[in-house]
């Protein structure tokens, strides 16, 4: 069986005779889209949630932000390793910025941001849904440099869709404010 490019796989049925030519061969073709299940959720363990909290809480009142290693399984994405990045901002109190390089860890990933400010919402804000070109995103809501809630999104089609943040060892969501 061979692999093809975005989610197509071919496979050849294998030939029924020694006399069967390449045509032959080639004419028995079944082709199959795969459709991989959608992403429902992120799991974030104890570590890491740690290591996140650790980096908001040592630059509030800045945001703070960078990113998440991922393992796919099934429809959710474990965390394995955290990557905190500086805030490049001109407005570092009221916007994360920084420039993705050999630091960031490739896909499957989650970018993340604090929202530091107990007058920012603990979503994403208009400027967030514009500017974040991942297609995943964690707002950690820190008012007072305390993480207090944890929300993570997808990029769809037509705009961004809440999904669940949840603990690896019993599935529990952590708190969403």
């Given at each position: 069986m061979g692999s093809g490019v975005n989610g197509v796989r071919h496979s050849r049925a294998p030939a029924t005779g020694s006399t069967a030519s390449r045509k032959d061969c080639s004419a028995v073709r079944i082709c199959t889209?795969?459709?991989?299940?959608?992403?429902?959720?992120?799991?974030?363990?104890?570590?890491?949630?740690?290591?996140?909290?650790?980096?908001?809480?040592?630059?509030h009142p800045r945001e703070a932000g960078g990113f998440l290693g991922c393992v796919r399984r099934g429809n959710r994405l474990y965390s394995t390793h955290h990557v905190p990045l500086p805030n490049d901002s001109s407005t570092p109190k009221r916007r994360f910025e920084s420039t993705v390089d050999d630091r960031v860890p490739p896909p499957p990933r989650l970018f993340y941001h604090s929202h530091t400010s107990a007058s920012s919402p603990s979503g994403l804000t208009t400027i967030d849904k514009q500017s974040i070109p991942e297609p995943f995103a964690l707002v950690v809501f820190a008012p007072h440099g305390t993480s207090l809630g944890y929300?993570?999104?997808?990029?769809?089609?037509l705009g961004w869709q809440e999904l669940s943040v949840e603990t690896s060892?019993?599935?529990?969501?952590l708190p969403r404010l």
């Open positions: 889209t795969v459709f991989p299940w959608p992403i429902r959720g992120f799991v974030i363990p104890p570590e890491i949630r740690r290591s996140i909290v650790s980096h908001v809480a040592a630059d929300r993570g999104f997808k990029r769809q089609l060892t019993d599935r529990t969501r």
